[in-house]
């Protein structure tokens, strides 16, 4: 669930910096995904993909470095933002990739 809630504090956030207005829009432009993507991660109790958590990496690391390209001090704190954002996405994708092997692992050290 800690790759949902890392979604959530993105959208949250790029909702904050009037990047976007609704859930889907997060869900289609920022995760390239279908409109209803957060909603069956919540009501399901899943996991984003490792897709949408990378797109949406890609995306923020992106929309950085473009904003600390401005003069405006509020474009380059909302590019350290986008960062901190941008470095949780692809942390959560890596811990989900070992726990996954370690469970492989350790299943084939069982057998």
């Known amino acids: 669930m800690m790759g949902l809630q890392i979604l959530e504090q993105v959208r949250d956030q790029l909702k904050q910096c009037n990047a976007l207005s609704t859930d889907r829009e997060f869900c289609e432009q920022w995760l390239g995904k279908s409109e209803c993507y957060l909603r069956t991660l919540r009501y399901g109790h899943l996991s984003p993909s490792a897709d949408a958590m990378m797109t949406c990496a890609s995306k923020l690391s992106w929309y950085a470095r473009q904003l600390n390209k401005s003069t405006h001090t509020h474009h380059k704190h909302w590019a350290g933002v986008f960062n901190q954002l941008r470095s949780d996405c692809v ?21």
């Open 91 to 111: 942390s959560a994708v890596e811990q989900q990739a070992q726990r996954n092997w370690q469970q492989r692992m350790n299943g084939s050290l069982a057998q």
